[in-house]
């Protein structure tokens, strides 16, 4: 776990992770929020969470999909809880942590989507006008609205949908 009050990583060493796959994993995931509380103030927690999984999954093992990941998200979308990518992109932190599964889930999906899938390309470059708007520091939710302003979210919603509908082909 990251501790960003005190900026430190702690972790714990499970006997049943013998390869140390896990603790691999939970290293580069917990490493993110570290880079990220220094490099990316104010980060939302779905692509704080979601990027972390990412980077932990591209430098982990390449392009894997995360199967339990991928597993809660898919049930999500077919129970109707899943968010649109208009309420993960304004979710705050109690509400995102409220129902974890689903919400790390849908973060990871959707920054994967926008950093390396198949995105539409004006949010593509809205996340990286996000996150460069994000490192210069100011109101994150002011970042938000303004870089992703010109990008249709209910378009968005249904291309990320396909993609996660996607994934499990793969």
Not at 46 to 52: I, M, P, S, V
């Amino acid at each position: 776990v990251y501790i960003g009050r005190y900026r430190q990583l702690l972790f714990y060493e499970d006997e049943n992770d013998v390869d140390g796959k896990e603790l691999q994993e939970v290293a580069l995931h917990e490493g993110f929020h570290r880079y990220a509380h220094q490099a990316l103030p104010g980060c939302p927690t779905w692509l704080n969470e979601g990027l972390a999984e990412v980077f932990a999954e591209e430098l982990g093992g390449g392009t894997r999909v995360l199967e339990g990941r991928l597993t809660d998200l898919e049930e999500a979308i077919t129970s109707g809880t899943c968010p649109t990518v208009a309420a993960l992109l304004r979710m705050n932190q109690p509400a995102f942590y409220a129902d974890a599964a689903t919400n790390y889930a849908a973060g990871w999906a959707l920054s994967r989507f926008l950093a390396r899938g198949p995105a539409p390309a004006p949010a593509r470059a809205a996340l990286q006008a996000f996150l460069a708007r994000l490192r210069e520091g100011g109101n994150a939710d002011q970042a938000r609205d303004e870089t992703f302003a010109g990008v249709d979210l209910a378009a968005l919603d249904r291309a990320w949908r396909s993609y996660v509908r996607s994934l499990r082909a793969r």
